[in-house]
């Protein structure tokens, strides 16, 4: 896939720590190799459905590449934050679909769960969005240019309380995604509402 990335030298000057990157999810092969190409120097983890382990061939390699499953159940919980801390402390990118299901070649950003921005306040770590975009091909029958916005780094405020701090974090992220996605130009499917 041809893919243009933009304000990728915003990672490589956060060597010292890890950090959490929210992306849309519009890709459905092409999102797990993505967040690979952002920043070589950097090792990714990828939060993902238990459901995206079945995939044929990609799924048995995602845990190789460094995928982490979603609990299916809260006995699995605590070892699943574990595991985030882990990432974060040994200096990881922590990638995050906050949309949850792929909606191939969407131009817009769907509403982004609260939830999703607990791990950046409980650690105390930097945020940035990654905005998958599409632009109308040169030709007519050829794929669209994907070019992907990072932005960043988004950092919860202290003076707020733990939940004031989420609000504001998915509020500002959510932000920037929507105005970047308004640079899409071409849409390749069109969603309506039933």
């Given amino acids: 896939m041809r893919i243009k990335f933009v304000n990728t030298s915003l990672l490589k000057n956060n060597t010292d720590h890890g950090y959490f990157i929210y992306a849309n999810h519009t890709q459905p092969q092409a999102d797990a190799f993505i967040p690979f190409q952002l920043n070589l120097f ?4 990828i939060i993902v459905s238990p459901a995206n382990l079945g995939i044929p061939i990609i799924g048995r390699l995602l845990p190789m590449a460094g995928a982490t499953p979603i609990p299916s159940n809260l006995h699995q919980m605590k070892d ?6 882990y990432q974060i402390a040994d200096k990881k990118q922590v990638v995050i679909y906050p949309e949850a299901h792929v909606w191939p070649y969407y131009t817009d950003i769907r509403p982004l769960p609260l939830s999703a921005f607990h791990y950046p306040v409980t650690q105390h770590s930097s945020s940035y969005c990654m905005t998958t975009t599409y632009q109308r091909p040169k030709r007519s029958g050829d794929r ?3 070019t992907v916005y990072l ?7 202290q003076a707020l309380s733990p939940k004031q701090q989420q609000i504001d974090l998915r509020n500002q992220i959510f932000s ?3 105005k970047r996605s308004s640079y899409s130009n071409y849409q390749a499917i069109q969603y309506e509402r039933r």
């Fill in 80 to 85: 699943f934050i574990s595991a985030i801390n």
């Fill in 42 to 45: 950097k090792s990714t983890s």
């Fill in 151 to 157: 932005d960043g780094p988004f950092k919860p405020k």
């Fill in 144 to 146: 669209p240019q994907i």
């Fill in 176 to 178: 920037q995604m929507k």
